[in-house]
């Protein structure tokens, strides 16, 4: 991915100088020639927002440990072509300014007074438009982060889950031990407690054989 978004960057750096170098010639100009290359940069600038896009697009898929780096070129270029757009601006209204002020005096100044004004709310909207934008991508970060939490909590939690099962069935085991040993132990008393009644039997078998012999002579 990084691969590709380094593609655009020079793409965007070979276009933007073009632009650059098209709008100083601007105000020199007059006539269909400032027609024409005022479309031409136009057409450029459209596709410079076109590389942006791509650019922005390829930062979204790009690990989030690493997007950060990316996301201030990104955001460096933005800005660059927001000071583009504010000169080409300039640029278009540079000649007809001063051609218009000598011929027509106070009524031309108003009116490129009332262009300027116009200008200057529409590079507004264009900000608020460009924050909104921003503020957009944000909340799709955040919510590719939420959804990557969430995945973990989910793991974990199953995690947590399988081994209560293996702490459920060791216990079953141990259990099971512990009532195997408990009759184990109890036979062993058992079978001790039968030696002992057998050998007193025995003990005492002789003990009457020998008195009853004894007795009998």
Do not use: C, W
Request: charged share 35%; hydrophobic share 35%.
């Amino acid at each position: 991915m990084s691969s590709d978004f380094e593609a655009y960057e020079q793409d965007f750096g070979t276009l933007t100088a073009e632009v650059t170098n098209k709008i100083g010639r601007i105000p020199k100009l007059s006539g269909e020639e400032k027609t024409q290359l005022v479309l031409n940069v136009d057409k450029q600038l459209e596709e410079v927002r076109e590389l942006l896009e791509q650019m922005d697009l390829e930062v979204r898929e790009i690990p989030i440990q690493s997007r950060a780096m990316f996301n201030g070129r990104l955001k460096s270029y933005k800005q660059e072509i927001e000071k583009l757009e504010k000169d080409f601006k300039r640029s278009r209204i540079a000649y007809s300014d001063e051609v218009r002020n000598e011929l027509l005096g106070d009524e031309a100044s108003s009116s490129e007074n009332q262009r300027a004004h116009l200008l200057d709310n529409t590079e507004k909207l264009e900000r608020s438009s460009r924050r909104l934008e921003a503020g957009y991508q944000i909340a799709v970060e955040t919510e590719q982060v939420g959804q990557e939490i969430l995945s973990n909590l989910n793991s974990d939690r199953e995690k947590i889950q399988r081994a209560r099962e293996r702490l459920r069935e060791t216990d079953a085991n141990l259990g099971k031990s512990s009532r195997i040993l408990t009759g184990m132990l109890r036979r062993i008393i058992q079978n001790r407690a039968l030696v002992f009644i057998l050998g007193a039997i025995i003990l005492l078998t002789i003990i009457l054989a020998i008195y009853f012999n004894l007795r009998g002579h």
